[in-house]
């Protein structure tokens, strides 16, 4: 059974930078779909980021566009994402998320990780 385990998070001011990782474990990571969601205090979960099997699509939520990089190392079974000029409003837990095809995981009905916290101070 695949596990998918977050790191990277933490507390970082605002206009900083964070990595996200997230590791499979358990089984290969090649052929699963990823992406990233969040969920701020009081809020729904939302989706941040996804990228296909192949790599070669790629969506974000408008709200991060511009400031966040998905990508992944299948060699090394994990996802990573990178957070660039982080506002206060990106605190949130960040999940990560994988599926057979890349609308699963946009559409939120993939597999989850136990997510990490972000934290932003203005």
């Known amino acids: 059974q695949v596990q998918w385990v977050e790191s990277g998070g933490g507390l970082v001011q605002a206009g900083g930078s964070l990595r996200l990782s997230c590791a499979a474990s358990?089984?290969?990571?090649?052929?699963?779909?990823m992406g990233w969601f969040r969920q701020a205090p009081g809020k729904e979960r939302e989706f941040v980021a996804g990228i296909s099997t192949s790599g070669g699509s790629i969506h974000y939520a408008d709200s991060v566009k511009g400031r966040f990089t998905i990508s992944r190392a299948d060699a090394m079974n994990t996802v990573y994402l990178q957070m660039n000029n982080l506002k206060p409003e990106d605190t949130a837990v960040y999940y990560c998320?994988?599926?057979?095809?890349?609308?699963?995981?946009?559409?939120?009905?993939?597999?989850w990780g136990h997510g990490t916290q972000v934290t932003v101070s203005s």
């Open positions: 998320a994988a599926g057979p095809a890349l609308t699963v995981v946009v559409n939120g009905a993939g597999a």
């Open positions: 358990g089984r290969t990571f090649i052929g699963y779909a």
